[in-house]
């Protein structure tokens, strides 16, 4: 499809960032972990930075996912768009009040397992974080305008200036200060952003004039952000669900299944970056012009190119998760102990990476096409899942069996996702179903050769350093994968 073509040379560059992010973020969990281990000053700051992250989250995807598409159809968006940042300021600013006198409060809900010690230091932490809602909440509206001018990369930017900000505070703050500086990083880190998304908007941030309050389209936007609001905090509510069921696993438990997730993230981060920063707003310009018969081939092609990356991708993580935390993290104060239950954990979060990403496009696609309140029943069900899946999975296998708790909820999001948008999309006659077997053939035939070639790998250089493990391995499977994108991208036009 032509429109779709445009596309390719911002993914690259989005796809650069969102590597370069991720990269950053491995290297900072990395040096968190040579530096503290997992302990109690480590779950004391992951404690701390859940809320307002949390919040940083929520926001992103109400500004982001109902701006883009309003900005896209308003004849005049900019005076629209300066009313708007200002109320979202304000809002912002009186969330962040609220966490700050809060924070007792909201420690003591989410770390109920965990020892007085642990709590005292997350409530000091939680007060320098909660500020970070502050900044975060402008820099996400002029990032919704960015996008919404087509100005992909800038969308592309958050993790990478988060990222790197939090990485610096690791390298360069006094050892004798302990875990504080990572916590200020926070907010100092959304100051940068909102800088350099000011300095991408121009001239959108003179504030006159501005659209009257009774210009607002309030019907559209309550219709759009309030299903986003309660599906947003359907989804926080799972992650902090963790974060209280591992409070009673010991000291360190929160951080262990920390450092899992966020090494099983470091591929769906990537992608779902691309699918949030290119093709939803694709996909939104589609839907406002009511192509959807191109719409449905863009989802078909974006099923295909997800399976094709996330099933090896899974399969390598699975397969190489204990070289993988030794080679990132078993050093300094991450011992050996600590190693082995991250191990663990990471068995559940790396098979859940297909039907995490997957669940994140069906999620892009029913935000462009306005279908908020649908998604929001894919998230409940997506909660209720994990809500009676984790009490069951701890009580039977301890810690690690949270993860494999979040990998069956994921599988039943991205089930409930995928049969959504077909609904939510007319019966357009598109000739697909005649290349659905040959998808399939060529993307089970790289999966397989992904699990083989791995498993060869690590007996091959068993006597050699976990580095090399990894970096063979990688190679090899990045090799596979391209030829099987190429074969599927000549024989069934991906």
Same mark, same amino acid.
């Given at each position: ?22 990269g ?6 990395i040096?968190?972990?040579?530096r503290?281990?997992?302990?109690q000053?480590t779950d004391a700051y992951?404690?701390?930075k ?6 940083y989250?929520i926001?992103?995807?109400?500004v982001?996912n ?6 896209r159809?308003?004849?005049k ?13 304000f809002?912002?600013?009186?969330v ?19 020892d007085n010690a642990?709590q005292?230091?997350a409530?000091?932490?939680q007060?320098i974080?909660a ?7 402008p820099?996400?509206?002029l ?10 990369v800038a =969308? ?6 988060l +990222? ?5 505070? #690791? &390298?360069l703050? @006094? %050892?004798?200060?302990?875990?504080a500086p990572v916590?200020v990083?926070l ?5 940068v952003?909102l800088l ?7 001239k ?5 004039p501005?659209?009257?309050i009774?210009?607002?389209p309030g019907?559209y936007?309550?219709k ?19 974060i209280v ?7 360190g438990?929160?951080s262990?299944?920390?450092y899992s ?5 470091i591929?769906?981060?990537i992608l779902?970056?691309?699918l949030?920063s ?7 310009q589609?839907?406002a012009?009511?192509?959807l =018969?191109?719409?449905l081939?863009?989802f078909? +092609? ?5 399976? #094709? &990356?996330?099933? @090896? %991708?899974?399969l390598?993580?699975?397969f ?11 050093r300094g ?5 600590d190693?082995?239950t991250t191990?663990?954990?990471l ?12 669940e ?5 696609m029913?935000?462009a096409l ?7 029943g894919?998230?409940?069900?997506r909660?209720v ?6 009490p ?6 301890g ?15 991205a089930?409930?996702?995928i049969?959504?948008v077909r609904?939510a ?6 000739p697909?179903?005649s290349g659905?077997?040959? +998808?399939?053939?060529i993307i ?8 083989a070639s791995?498993?060869l ?6 006597d ?5 493990q ?17 074969i ?7």
């Amino acid at each position: 499809m032509k429109g779709l073509e445009s596309l390719w040379k911002p993914m690259l560059w989005v796809s650069l960032i969102g590597a370069a992010s991720k990269g950053m973020a491995a290297l900072g969990g990395i040096l968190l972990a040579y530096r503290f281990g997992a302990d109690q000053s480590t779950d004391a700051y992951l404690l701390a930075k859940s809320v307002p992250i949390g919040i940083y989250l929520i926001f992103d995807s109400v500004v982001y996912n109902t701006f883009v598409p309003l900005l896209r159809r308003w004849k005049k968006p900019d005076a629209l768009f300066r009313t708007l940042l200002l109320i979202f300021f304000f809002g912002a600013t009186l969330v962040a009040a609220t966490v700050y006198f809060g924070a007792a409060q909201l420690v003591a809900l989410l770390a109920r397992g965990a020892d007085n010690a642990t709590q005292a230091e997350a409530i000091q932490l939680q007060k320098i974080t909660a500020w970070a809602i502050v900044y975060a909440v402008p820099a996400l509206c002029l990032k919704a305008w960015n996008a919404a001018q087509s100005r992909y990369v800038a =969308a592309a930017l958050d993790g990478f200036v988060l +990222s790197g900000v939090l990485l610096l505070a #690791l &390298l360069l703050a @006094p %050892a004798e200060l302990g875990i504080a500086p990572v916590a200020v990083a926070l907010p100092a880190a959304f100051v940068v952003l909102l800088l350099i998304q000011s300095g991408l908007a121009g001239k959108v941030l003179r504030l006159t004039p501005r659209a009257p309050i009774t210009a607002l389209p309030g019907r559209y936007l309550g219709k759009l952000m309030a299903p986003l609001l309660l599906l947003n905090a359907a989804q926080q509510a799972q992650v902090l669900l963790v974060i209280v069921l591992a409070s009673f696993h010991g000291s360190g438990a929160v951080s262990q299944v920390n450092y899992s997730y966020a090494i099983a993230q470091i591929p769906v981060g990537i992608l779902d970056l691309i699918l949030f920063s290119t093709l939803f707003p694709f996909a939104a310009q589609l839907a406002a012009e009511q192509r959807l =018969a191109d719409v449905l081939r863009t989802f078909h +092609s974006a099923t295909r190119a997800v399976l #094709l &990356l996330t099933l @090896p %991708a899974a399969l390598w993580v699975v397969f190489m998760r204990s070289a993988l935390v030794d080679a990132l993290l078993t050093r300094g104060h991450f011992d050996a102990a600590d190693a082995q239950t991250t191990t663990a954990l990471l068995l559940g979060h790396g098979l859940a990476i297909p039907a995490w990403v997957l669940e994140a496009l069906g999620c892009r696609m029913l935000f462009a096409l306005g279908q908020h309140r649908r998604y929001l029943g894919v998230a409940t069900l997506r909660l209720v899942t994990f809500s009676i899946l984790a009490p069951l999975c701890l009580a039977w296998l301890g810690l690690p069996g949270i993860s494999l708790a979040f990998a069956g909820s994921c599988v039943v999001g991205a089930a409930a996702a995928i049969w959504t948008v077909r609904r939510a999309l007319p019966r357009t006659a598109i000739p697909w179903r005649s290349g659905l077997l040959r +998808s399939g053939a060529i993307i089970a035939t790289v999966t397989a050769l992904t699990g083989a070639s791995t498993v060869l790998v690590r007996w091959g250089l068993g006597d050699y350093n976990a580095m090399y493990q990894i970096a063979g391995s990688a190679i090899l499977v990045a090799i596979i994968v391209f030829v099987g994108a190429r074969i599927l991208i000549a024989r069934d036009r991906l």
